[in-house]
């Protein structure tokens, strides 16, 4: 369960300038659930995002995830529990171009100093879910945008996240592309993973396995 | 005013440990006065962001200052040479008034600023961050006895006066002294092994007991006790000389430096004697630490008598 309870954020710039990029935010989300964050550039989806992936805390306000105060969480705690529990697809992929396949889609498993048979079977299980085993040693330079889009959701999947975090995911596909992507979504969601995905691209919001569609407008829900 | 190289290093490094430590002791006020950790509004999450800026300040400075205090007694030891009549280090602590407070400040402030460092550590593996307050609390008395250091520190720099004859160890470390050292002597050696040994086994007897308090006090009195012992008893067979007291020669080169791992060892032993009772824990890490280098230390500085009698034949 995630819970925002009267969350407010403000980037400050210097000291007469601010920018109030959430407005009391109240929001619930039950485990399993697809949501969609629906707004236009700078309504402040991004910046909802970060708070639920423990990357930036609120200004006033509380995040809980689980029971868990995350905005209360220490520097390095956050960051065991975005290794844990959260799985990020990001507009652009960030992905690393020189290295490959495999390379990448391991790199969130590296802290956890695991044995090489279980890293094995962690990369097997998303390489074939995700139809990209034949590429496994290919560099990611030399893959199509649709294939790097597979790697970077295996990548957010082999650490087997209970969160998914998708900003803009479809930002940078046509539509095949988009809708075999909504497809994944679909198996994610079977494996009642809770998938939080910012977009304002139309071809999420009529999706029947969507649970919520939330709009947001200048930082505050509408 | 003395300002070789190693004083004006001092001297810098105390003028920037200064500018932070400021820094750190006005947000630690701030911290400790405002934190309330149930809090959502914006001045704790400023204040945890603080803390964290503030923590890794007094954290660098601590860590620096450990290592500083060997050379601190490096620089004394190089000072002897500028200074008439001092032969090391004992000779220019005793060249004021000042040296001797000095000294015991260093070494309380080594245990204070160790401590600190420990409990962030404990701080920093604890997601609910309940030592912040204490921590930072505590950081403000401390930075008292860190501005009481530098500020001794460079007044006894300043009464150096390199034309006034001074007094050699051999006269500072012995019966014959005005100082409060002269009391050691008046102890048989029998009576200062007995001692030693023995305090040195009630380590372990407390730590099969699991007594924590006994364990930290007595540790405390192993500190004393072989410092006693160092200057009464071992010294004399590290330099092979009955007549020769110091606890600041054998740090020279002469003596192969062996007074840094002495030190280092009773230093880090003791330390971590004390920590079982300072956290009231029962954790064996630093049981089995305290006992390791106290046992390391016993080692060392028992070598030396029972070489010399095995090379001589008799005791000094």
């Given at each position: 369960?995630?819970?925002?309870?009267?969350?407010?954020?403000?980037?400050?710039?210097?000291?007469?300038?601010?920018?109030?990029?959430?407005?009391?935010?109240?929001?619930?989300?039950?485990?399993?659930?697809?949501?969609?964050?629906?707004?236009?550039?700078?309504?402040?989806?991004?910046?909802?995002?970060?708070?639920?992936?423990?990357?930036?805390?609120?200004?006033?306000?509380?995040?809980?995830?689980?029971?868990?105060?995350?905005?209360?969480?220490?520097?390095n705690?956050?960051?065991?529990?975005?290794?844990?529990?959260?799985?990020?697809?990001?507009?652009?992929?960030?992905?690393?171009?020189?290295?490959?396949?495999?390379?990448?889609?391991?790199?969130?498993?590296?802290?956890?100093?695991?044995?090489?048979?279980?890293?094995?079977?962690?990369?097997?299980?998303?390489?074939?879910?995700?139809?990209?085993?034949?590429?496994?040693?290919?560099?990611?330079?030399?893959?199509?945008?649709?294939?790097?889009?597979?790697?970077?959701?295996?990548?957010?999947?082999?650490?087997?996240?209970?969160?998914?975090?998708?900003?803009?995911?479809?930002?940078?596909?046509?539509?095949?592309?988009?809708?075999?992507?909504?497809?994944?979504?679909?198996?994610?969601?079977?494996?009642?993973?809770?998938?939080?995905?910012?977009?304002?691209?139309?071809?999420?919001?009529?999706?029947?396995?969507?649970?919520?569609?939330?709009?947001?407008?200048?930082?505050?829900?509408? | 005013?003395?300002?070789?190289?190693?004083?004006?290093?001092?001297?810098?490094?105390?003028?920037?440990?200064?500018?932070?430590?400021?820094?750190?002791?006005?947000?630690?006020?701030?911290?400790?006065?405002?934190?309330?950790?149930?809090?959502?509004?914006?001045?704790?999450?400023?204040?945890?962001?603080?803390?964290?800026?503030?923590a890794?300040?007094?954290k660098?400075?601590f860590a620096?200052?450990?290592?500083?205090?060997?050379?601190?007694?490096?620089?004394?030891?190089?000072?002897?040479?500028?200074?008439?009549?001092?032969?090391?280090?004992?000779?220019?602590?005793?060249?004021?008034?000042?040296?001797?407070?000095?000294?015991?400040?260093?070494?309380?402030?080594?245990?204070?600023?160790g401590f600190w460092l420990v409990l962030h550590n404990l701080d920093t593996k604890d997601?609910?961050?309940?030592y912040?307050?204490?921590k930072?609390?505590?950081?403000?008395?401390?930075?008292?006895?860190?501005?009481?250091?530098?500020?001794?520190?460079?007044?006894?720099?300043?009464?150096?006066?390199?034309?006034?004859?001074?007094?050699?160890?051999?006269?500072?470390?012995?019966?014959?002294?005005?100082?409060?050292?002269?009391?050691?002597?008046?102890?048989?050696?029998?009576?200062?092994?007995?001692?030693?040994?023995?305090?040195?086994?009630?380590?372990?007897?407390?730590?099969?007991?699991?007594?924590?308090?006994?364990?930290?006090?007595?540790?405390?009195?192993?500190?004393?006790?072989?410092?006693?012992?160092?200057?009464?008893?071992?010294?004399?067979?590290?330099?092979?000389?009955?007549?020769?007291?110091?606890?600041?020669?054998?740090?020279?080169?002469?003596?192969?430096?062996?007074?840094?791992?002495?030190?280092?060892?009773?230093?880090?032993?003791?330390?971590?004697?004390?920590l079982?009772?300072?956290l009231?824990?029962?954790?064996?890490?630093?049981?089995?630490?305290?006992?390791?280098?106290?046992?390391?230390?016993?080692?060392?500085?028992?070598?030396?008598?029972?070489?010399?009698?095995?090379?001589?034949?008799?005791?000094?």
């Open positions: 369960m995630i819970k925002l309870q009267n969350v407010n954020k403000i980037y400050t710039i210097n000291k007469n300038n601010t920018i109030t990029a959430l407005k009391n935010i109240n929001l619930e989300i039950k485990q399993g659930e697809l949501i969609i964050l629906k707004g236009a550039s700078g309504s402040g989806k991004s910046t909802i995002l970060s708070l639920l992936a423990a990357l930036s805390k609120p200004t006033t306000g509380e995040v809980i995830v689980d029971n868990k105060k995350l905005s209360k969480l220490p520097d705690f956050a960051a065991l529990y975005r290794r844990e529990n959260i799985g990020f697809i990001f507009q652009k992929y960030n992905l690393i171009t020189n290295l490959s396949v495999k390379e990448n889609i391991l790199l969130p498993l590296i802290p956890q100093n695991l044995e090489d048979k279980i890293l094995e079977d962690k990369l097997n299980l998303v390489i074939n879910r995700f139809n990209i085993s034949h590429k496994k040693d290919i560099l990611v330079r030399n893959l199509s945008g649709g294939e790097q889009q597979r790697v970077a959701i295996a990548r957010a999947m082999v650490n087997d996240p209970k969160i998914i975090i998708a900003d803009e995911p479809t930002a940078n596909l046509d539509e095949k592309l988009s809708s075999d992507f909504c497809n994944v979504l679909k198996e994610l969601k079977k494996l009642n993973k809770t998938i939080i995905v910012a977009t304002h691209d139309p071809i999420f919001f009529n999706l029947d396995f969507v649970d919520k569609i939330i709009d947001i407008n200048n930082g505050s829900l509408s | 005013m003395i300002l070789n190289t190693e004083v004006l290093t001092i001297f810098i490094l105390n003028i920037l440990f200064l500018f932070f430590a400021s820094i750190a002791f006005y947000l630690s006020i701030k911290i400790y006065l405002k934190w309330d950790i149930n809090s959502t509004t914006t001045t704790q999450y400023t204040l945890e962001k603080q803390s964290v800026l503030t890794t300040i007094i660098y400075i620096l200052k450990l290592p500083l205090f060997l050379f601190f007694i490096f620089t004394l030891d190089n000072l002897s040479n500028l200074i008439t009549g001092a032969m090391c280090a004992a000779g220019v602590v005793d060249a004021t008034p000042y040296g001797t407070y000095l000294f015991i400040l260093k070494i309380l402030n080594i245990y204070i600023f997601e609910t961050l309940k912040t307050k204490i930072f609390g505590l950081f403000i008395f401390i930075f008292l006895f860190l501005l009481a250091e530098i500020i001794l520190e460079s007044i006894m720099f300043n009464a150096i006066d390199i034309s006034k004859m001074v007094s050699c160890c051999g006269v500072i470390y012995s019966s014959t002294s005005t100082s409060l050292i002269s009391y050691i002597f008046t102890l048989s050696n029998t009576t200062i092994i007995l001692i030693f040994y023995g305090n040195f086994i009630l380590l372990y007897i407390f730590y099969i007991l699991k007594k924590q308090y006994l364990f930290s006090l007595f540790n405390l009195f192993f500190l004393i006790v072989s410092i006693i012992s160092l200057i009464a008893f071992f010294g004399t067979y590290i330099y092979e000389l009955p007549t020769h007291h110091c606890p600041f020669c054998y740090l020279q080169r002469d003596y192969y430096y062996v007074g840094y791992f002495i030190y280092i060892l009773l230093f880090t032993g003791t330390f971590n004697g004390l079982v009772g300072f009231n824990t029962n954790n064996k890490n630093y049981f089995k630490s305290s006992l390791l280098f106290n046992t390391l230390f016993v080692l060392l500085v028992s070598f030396y008598p029972i070489f010399y009698y095995m090379k001589n034949g008799v005791w000094l």
